[in-house]
């Protein structure tokens, strides 16, 4: 199981194949889907997956991709290789925005191999407000 954000990206896939570097692009199918976490409250979600919903039964299903790490990019965090704070912020971000503090639990809390090594390489660190953004919300996520 997976825990994570479905968005659209039809004519973005080479730029995220880009900014991807280390990950595999793999087909995945509809019925590896489950919508049961899906907040209805947060209507883009809403829209997206009754859209998605829709298109299964279509002409044309849609095409939906995950990101997985290639073998030779799977290591745990080191000393040499550390979380970064400014990835944590990003997948975090996420979640907050497509499934709330109850997602962003979820992915933290079935996400494996957290470590001891860890980097603050957000800008000016020790002001997280400045470039931190939603740097509260993630704080208290992550506590």
Not at 101 to 112: C, D, K, N, P, Y
Request: hydrophobic share 40%.
């Amino acid at each position: 199981q997976t825990c994570g954000v479905l968005f659209e990206a039809a004519d973005a896939m080479a730029a995220f194949d880009k900014r991807e570097r280390g990950y595999e692009r793999r087909s995945l199918s509809l019925q590896d889907l489950d919508f049961s976490a899906a907040r209805a409250e947060e209507p883009d979600q809403r829209e997206l997956v009754e859209r998605l919903r829709r298109a299964i039964d279509g002409p044309a299903p849609p095409r939906l991709w995950i990101y997985v790490p290639e073998a030779t990019s799977q290591q745990t965090a080191s000393e040499e290789f550390p979380i970064c704070q400014t990835y944590v912020d990003i997948v975090l971000r996420g979640c907050l925005d497509w499934g709330g503090s109850g997602l962003a639990h979820e992915f933290v809390e079935t996400t494996f191999n957290w470590s001891r090594y860890w980097l603050n390489d957000a800008l000016l660190s020790r002001r997280p407000w400045v470039n931190r953004e939603r740097h509260l919300e993630i704080d208290k996520v992550l506590e």
